[in-house]
């Protein structure tokens, strides 16, 4: 079972800036070494949200950014493997939201959908207040 470990959540004014970490317990890869982590965010009450998503091993780079923070988000790929970042700037009151790490072997898609998704980690919270 990979489990998925987020860190980096907390309070931050308008503006202001997050870096959110996950590391997952172990490699999520298909039989080909390939696997995708991403990001999601959930306000109380309304549907998940794909915000970005990096594909993980081998040597594809391949990285997603949903619309609605590009420009603002950024993912990366942490040193560690299975280790990928979120650095959230320019943060504004509807960012705030629990986010959610999460993972599945193969390559990431040209999307970012919940249902493609088997393993999330407990998340971690993001407010940004004015």
């Known amino acids: 079972q990979v489990e998925l470990v987020e860190s980096g959540g907390g309070s931050v004014q308008a503006g202001g800036s997050l870096k959110l970490s996950c590391a997952a317990t172990?490699?999520?890869?298909?039989?080909?070494?390939?696997?995708?982590m991403s990001w999601f965010r959930q306000v109380a009450g309304k549907e998940y949200e794909g915000v970005a998503a990096?594909?993980?091993?081998?040597?594809?780079?391949?990285?997603l950014v949903a619309d609605s923070v590009k420009g603002r988000f950024d993912i990366s790929r942490g040193n560690a493997e299975s280790t990928i970042h979120l650095q959230m700037d320019s943060l504004k009151l509807e960012d705030t939201a629990m986010y959610y790490c999460?993972?599945?072997?193969?390559?990431?898609?040209?999307?970012?959908?919940?249902?493609?998704?088997?393993?999330w980690g407990q998340g971690t919270q993001v407010n940004v207040s004015s």
């Open positions: 172990k490699n999520n890869y298909d039989e080909h070494g390939r696997g995708c």
């Open positions: 990096a594909s993980i091993g081998g040597t594809n780079r391949y990285t």
């Open positions: 999460a993972s599945h072997p193969g390559w990431c898609y040209k999307w970012i959908r919940r249902e493609d998704f088997q393993n």
